[in-house]
């Protein structure tokens, strides 16, 4: 799946395409302490929080400070975390929860989905087992890797590994939707092959950079030494994975160009593919996979392509090995045993984002099996956890944002009355997917064993793979959730090419949404979130696809014109926005965000006034027209402010700011208030305050 074209809320979801998801082996069952969990309910959050304003500061000079100084100062950083905020906070209880239903499903199953989802925490969490495992589980991978005797035999390692393990060499195929026809399903590959978080990890020059690179060489090494090589052998197979990465890097498309759809669409025949790469039988490995009807796919990354064809025919096969190897080793490791764990975590987590200490193993085992079985545990969940009204009430709550976006896009004076048509017609079309699937996932071919971690985490690969291979030509099923959000997952998203907006039942939870709630907060919450969604529709690159998800061009010349000049004054702004010393946002990598963040705001809390002008008792509890001392437009404001509350070592703030297409919380909150007026006079603001600028941008 190209996860491109599927915009969420927090996270944008991505994969490569390399190394297997982990390797295969038995594990003993033995040491096994479902009790390692926590002993309290993490408590429920609040949707508005008046104890975490800091009174001292000017919301029209810094907002943010505003809102959430008092939580910042009570909410420390804990030690296992690299950012700390509500969204996190919720995802904690979201997991506790989640927890004491695996836990009561590995003690005592009472049904077949309970056993298997049961068993797989169960083995995950036997950490006995896996130290007197150490590596043997990859010994089987790294034989088929060492058979390697010539390049010509890479395509059929590649079909060993995508068989056995779901992994392959290099290159990979996987089933997308049509860009120029949504209705279709093709065949596409796409790049990757990379360790480090980005490209730019292996090409900034900066000292911070050139320091990070050495200190992954390192780890390399030391992982090496740690399966049995000797220091000289490990170092110089470090040296050879960071020269091939280096080299995939340069060949790699940026993080802003693969946000533009018209980059990553390239038809090609599987002979034009094989010119492309001749060092790799492309034939041979789609007939392998049974896809050999296929006869063309899209080519998200050609100079990828070119480039791990290079490598290839340049690299030498002993190097090739180093690569491969160490890509199976990280894969697997932070399932091996407790060495291998150890040393992976002090580099991806404590050197590379700040993180102090490994959270417990019931938080890791609790979103493994979720990972892998959420559509299984999430049918248990949601009968506890997500009421009918909850939903019913969200459907509601997404009409009525839908007709407050319906009257922004006609009051744009920008937009021509034929641009508007458009736009309208495909608002009109967008569907809604609200909590949790309409038809759950069978996982009747995904075997489980409670004595097997990492067996089971190669076979939940080949399982996904299938599934995801078994697409192609077949029409679109509108009803899957794409990124694999299971109904427990804290976020959202919006989907281009089915023009459908996302809604997990885990996001439908305090501080987002709750029934006590006055509207004024809940629209803050949710209806922030919905409009952000369904803003995507319309971001610069929402905007390409038209009601169908088909890319097609559907402004007119002069609209299109000043659409990207306010895009361009939105990238602009946005660059501006520090997040660390000599680090600031990337405004064209967060533009969609930007966008939908802005637009998000702006439509709920028209919708917000929509409903207090129709709607007497949604001014409940108010008195002369304030509640708790402030109106219905403040509590929306700081309501919305608080969502994005945040504390975050620095290392996370600039690994985000050069990866993550959302702007850092500080910014979400700031960035897009400055832009709205109404926050403005909500607070008294002056024309010229920070929080109220001369110049501000506007694009929905």
């Known amino acids: 799946?190209?996860?491109?074209?599927?915009?969420?809320?927090?996270?944008?979801?991505?994969?490569?395409?390399?190394?297997?998801?982990?390797?295969?082996?038995?594990?003993?069952?033995?040491?096994?302490?479902?009790?390692?969990?926590?002993?309290?309910?993490?408590?429920?959050?609040?949707?508005?929080?008046?104890?975490?304003?800091?009174?001292?500061?000017?919301?029209?000079?810094?907002?943010?400070?505003?809102?959430?100084?008092?939580?910042?100062?009570?909410?420390?950083?804990?030690?296992?975390?690299?950012?700390?905020?509500?969204?996190?906070?919720?995802?904690?209880?979201?997991?506790?929860?989640?927890?004491?239903?695996?836990?009561?499903?590995?003690?005592?199953?009472?049904?077949?989905?309970?056993?298997?989802?049961?068993?797989?925490?169960?083995?995950?969490?036997?950490?006995?087992?896996?130290?007197?495992?150490?590596?043997?589980?990859?010994?089987?991978?790294?034989?088929?890797?060492?058979?390697?005797?010539?390049?010509?035999?890479?395509?059929?390692?590649?079909?060993?590994?995508?068989?056995?393990?779901?992994?392959?060499?290099?290159?990979?195929?996987?089933?997308?939707?049509?860009?120029?026809?949504?209705?279709?399903?093709?065949?596409?590959?796409?790049?990757?092959?990379?360790?480090?978080?980005?490209?730019?990890?292996?090409?900034?020059?900066?000292?911070?950079?050139?320091?990070?690179?050495?200190?992954?060489?390192?780890?390399?090494?030391?992982?090496?030494?740690?399966?049995?090589?000797?220091?000289?052998?490990?170092?110089?197979?470090?040296?050879?994975?960071?020269?091939?990465?280096?080299?995939?890097?340069?060949?790699?498309?940026?993080?802003?160009?693969?946000?533009?759809?018209?980059?990553?669409?390239?038809?090609?025949?599987?002979?034009?593919?094989?010119?492309?790469?001749?060092?790799?039988?492309?034939?041979?490995?789609?007939?392998?996979?049974?896809?050999?009807?296929?006869?063309?796919?899209?080519?998200?990354?050609?100079?990828?392509?070119?480039?791990?064809?290079?490598?290839?025919?340049?690299?030498?096969?002993?190097?090739?090995?180093?690569?491969?190897?160490?890509?199976?080793?990280?894969?697997?490791?932070?399932?091996?045993?407790?060495?291998?764990?150890?040393?992976?975590?002090?580099?991806?987590?404590?050197?590379?984002?700040?993180?102090?200490?490994?959270?417990?193993?019931?938080?890791?085992?609790?979103?493994?099996?979720d990972a892998a079985l959420g559509e299984a545990v999430g049918q248990d969940w949601v009968k506890t956890n997500f009421p009918p009204d909850a939903k019913a009430n969200t459907e509601k709550l997404v009409a009525t944002l839908e007709r407050a976006l319906g009257e922004d896009i006609q009051s744009l004076p920008w937009m021509s009355d034929a641009t508007k048509k458009e736009a309208e017609t495909k608002l009109n079309a967008i569907r809604q997917k609200i909590g949790y699937p309409a038809n759950w996932r069978d996982y009747s071919a995904l075997t489980v064993k409670r004595d097997d971690l990492v067996g089971n985490l190669q076979r939940d690969t080949v399982f996904e793979r299938n599934r995801n291979l078994a697409k192609l030509g077949k029409p679109v099923d509108e009803q899957e959730w794409e990124l694999d959000m299971t109904p427990a997952t804290v976020d959202a998203y919006y989907d281009w090419q089915t023009n459908d907006i996302n809604f997990p039942a885990g996001m439908l939870q305090p501080p987002f949404y709750s029934n006590s709630m006055d509207p004024a907060v809940n629209f803050a919450g949710v209806g922030f979130v919905i409009g952000h969604e369904l803003t995507h529709a319309f971001d610069d690159e929402g905007s390409k696809f038209d009601m169908h998800g088909n890319a097609r061009d559907w402004f007119t010349a002069e609209d299109k014109k000043q659409f990207d000049a306010r895009t361009d004054c939105l990238a602009d702004q946005y660059s501006g926005f520090k997040v660390a010393e000599g680090q600031n946002l990337n405004g064209r990598l967060t533009l969609g965000e930007n966008t939908a963040d802005n637009g998000g705001l702006r439509i709920a809390f028209q919708a917000l006034q929509e409903t207090l002008a129709k709607d007497p008792s949604a001014l409940a509890g108010y008195s002369d027209g304030k509640k708790d001392g402030y109106t219905p437009s403040q509590r929306f404001f700081i309501a919305f402010g608080q969502v994005w509350c945040q504390n975050e070592t620095e290392q996370n703030a600039r690994e985000h700011a050069k990866t993550d297409t959302h702007s850092s919380f500080e910014w979400r909150d700031n960035g897009t208030v400055q832009n709205f007026d109404e926050f403005g006079k909500a607070f008294g603001c002056k024309v010229g305050q920070p929080m109220m600028p001369v110049k501000s941008c506007r694009v929905w």
């Open 1 to 369: 799946m190209r996860l491109q074209n599927v915009v969420p809320l927090l996270i944008l979801a991505g994969g490569l395409y390399l190394a297997p998801k982990t390797a295969f082996g038995q594990i003993l069952d033995s040491g096994l302490n479902l009790d390692a969990g926590p002993t309290s309910v993490p408590k429920k959050l609040k949707s508005l929080d008046l104890s975490a304003i800091d009174k001292t500061a000017d919301p029209c000079t810094n907002f943010y400070q505003y809102a959430c100084g008092n939580w910042m100062k009570n909410n420390p950083l804990p030690a296992d975390q690299t950012h700390w905020n509500q969204v996190i906070q919720l995802t904690e209880r979201n997991s506790y929860l989640l927890y004491t239903d695996l836990k009561a499903a590995a003690e005592a199953p009472t049904t077949p989905l309970q056993k298997k989802y049961g068993d797989y925490f169960a083995a995950c969490m036997n950490v006995e087992a896996a130290d007197k495992l150490g590596a043997k589980s990859l010994e089987p991978l790294l034989r088929a890797i060492d058979g390697l005797k010539e390049r010509k035999q890479i395509t059929a390692l590649s079909l060993e590994l995508a068989r056995q393990y779901g992994g392959t060499v290099l290159f990979d195929v996987n089933v997308e939707k049509d860009e120029m026809d949504s209705s279709k399903q093709i065949l596409g590959t796409g790049q990757g092959g990379l360790t480090l978080p980005d490209r730019d990890y292996y090409l900034a020059d900066d000292p911070r950079s050139q320091k990070l690179r050495e200190q992954y060489v390192a780890h390399v090494t030391r992982m090496f030494v740690l399966l049995g090589d000797s220091e000289q052998k490990a170092a110089h197979e470090a040296a050879d994975v960071m020269r091939i990465e280096t080299v995939l890097a340069k060949g790699s498309m940026s993080r802003v160009d693969m946000r533009d759809p018209t980059k990553q669409y390239h038809i090609m025949t599987v002979a034009e593919l094989e010119t492309l790469s001749p060092e790799y039988d492309w034939k041979q490995y789609l007939d392998g996979l049974g896809l050999g009807s296929a006869k063309t796919l899209n080519v998200e990354s050609p100079d990828f392509v070119k480039t791990g064809n290079e490598e290839i025919a340049s690299e030498s096969l002993p190097a090739l090995k180093s690569y491969l190897r160490w890509h199976a080793l990280h894969g697997a490791a932070p399932y091996l045993a407790t060495p291998f764990e150890q040393e992976s975590f002090a580099f991806f987590n404590r050197t590379l984002n700040g993180q102090k200490e490994e959270q417990p193993r019931w938080k890791r085992c609790t979103q493994l099996t």
